[in-house]
């Protein structure tokens, strides 16, 4: 099992940039592919970024193209989600994912929670106008 923390969130003005973080709890890290997530209030949890098991591969949500960054340091082993740009609609508790170890190629991207086995507790984002 591997445990997952979240870190970086908080309030933002509109327009400016937050960098979350998402320490892994073990080495196996690097065989994971691994994700951000994120549910704004009274909606359904909604896919934002993801990354391969090696990094080589990345994947956004149409809504953060261009203004998110995903990336991953497997010899910490952490991930990172830099978000410029913020906007409003970008507040919401996220929540980073990771698959069960080797279960994807090295450069597979997965994009749908169910192929996500392990979540951290999430760290609240929020964008004000």
């Known amino acids: 099992q591997v445990q997952l923390v979240e870190s970086g969130g908080g309030l933002v003005q509109a327009g400016g940039s937050l960098r979350l973080s998402c320490a892994a709890s073990?080495?196996?890290?690097?065989?994971?592919?691994m994700g951000w997530f994120r549910q704004a209030p009274g909606k359904e949890r909604e896919f934002v970024a993801a990354?391969?098991?090696?990094?080589?591969?990345?994947s956004y949500a149409d809504s953060v193209k261009g203004r998110f960054a995903i990336s991953r340091d497997n010899a910490k082993p952490t991930m990172y989600l830099q978000m410029n740009s913020l906007k409003p609609e970008d507040t919401a508790v996220y929540y980073c994912?990771?698959?069960?170890?080797?279960?994807?190629?090295?450069?597979?991207?997965?994009?749908?929670?169910?192929?996500?086995?392990?979540w951290g507790q999430g760290t609240q984002v929020t964008v004000s106008s």
């Open positions: 994912a990771a698959t069960i170890s080797r279960s994807f190629s090295g450069n597979y991207c997965a994009t749908r929670g169910y192929e996500y086995n392990f």
């Open positions: 073990e080495r196996t890290f690097s065989n994971r592919a």
């Open positions: 990354i391969s098991r090696n990094g080589g591969s990345t």
